[in-house]
């Protein structure tokens, strides 16, 4: 059993104890709760600050809000530890330490936060463009460090790692201020095909989301002993290519008709040019001598 002069040292031990370390633990509690108060304050008025601010991307600013406020929780524990009286620069070498062996064990976790920043650093596409990517297509509404979240045609919520996004081919529907809408109209042999054309033409432009430049172009495509295949292309903005598909085909039905039997159309379908015919993109250009050597 203990004696009474080891009892009154061991009081007095942790009295001593106590009378050092509380002092420290308190303030330590002090500092963690105003640090932890502190940054959320900050992260609320930056957040403010960047609703307001209308130059900034849209989805570079809950990226800045999250980067402040962990900066700032980060550097508010380790002023506490620092104040218990852990020693900061051993456990920086120790979070080093583990965080290499947490990064080699998410290496999938890692490459989609690189691929987040690439993906705000060459801005393929924005908030609100509409992107397809792996099979996959929606309207972005929020692109994270860790993944982007669209919404799709249908209303559904759709979340892509961002690997996925940076892996794979992307096509944005947006971003273009033209979409290419192309038709092929099949009338009778008999029908006055410059005529014809022109009729096309004026009824593709007059659908308000019909694009000026470059014009509304109606030409003889294919012709057989059963019928002429005319092929209407026009230009819309991406926005309305979906109400330019819906009418188009209708407005082209009524304006031949009214130009009488020989003009009705036996079949009208959507199609979509190829990939090989390089010459809508190079419209307009000159060419650039070629020289040798």
Request: hydrophobic content about 50%; glycine content about 8%.
């Amino acid at each position: 059993m203990l004696n009474e002069q080891t009892l009154h040292q061991m009081v007095l031990v942790a009295w001593n104890w106590a009378a050092i370390f509380l002092p420290r633990l308190v303030g330590a509690l002090v500092i963690l709760v105003a640090g932890l108060i502190i940054a959320g304050w900050i992260a609320r008025g930056l957040r403010k600050i960047t609703e307001r601010t209308h130059h900034l991307d849209p989805a570079l600013k809950p990226l800045i809000v999250a980067v402040v406020r962990y900066c700032l929780v980060g550097f508010t524990i380790i002023i506490t530890l620092d104040q218990i009286g852990f020693h900061t620069s051993s456990l920086l070498a120790v979070i080093g330490a583990a965080g290499l062996a947490i990064g080699l064990a998410l290496q999938g976790t890692l490459s989609n936060i690189a691929a987040g920043i690439m993906l705000l650093w060459l801005r393929p596409f924005q908030v609100l463009d509409y992107i397809e990517v792996a099979g996959q297509s929606g309207s972005v509404e929020e692109i994270g460090l860790f993944g982007c979240k669209l919404r799709t045609f249908d209303g559904l919520f759709l979340f892509m790692p961002n690997s996925t996004i940076w892996n794979a081919p992307l096509k944005n529907h947006t971003r273009n201020r033209g979409r290419l809408i192309s038709l092929d109209i099949s009338l009778p042999v008999a029908a006055d095909l410059p005529k014809a054309c022109d009729a096309l033409i004026q009824a593709a432009s007059g659908i308000k989301t019909v694009l000026p430049h470059p014009p509304p172009k109606a030409f003889l495509e294919n012709l057989s002993a059963a019928a002429a295949i005319v092929t209407l292309t026009l230009w819309s903005t991406p926005q309305g290519a979906g109400e330019v598909e819906r009418q188009v085909i209708e407005r082209i039905r009524l304006t031949l008709e009214k130009l009488g039997d020989n003009f009705k159309a036996i079949q009208i379908i959507r199609t979509i040019p190829s990939d090989t015919d390089p010459s809508r993109f190079l419209e307009g250009r000159e060419p650039i001598p070629y020289r040798r050597g």
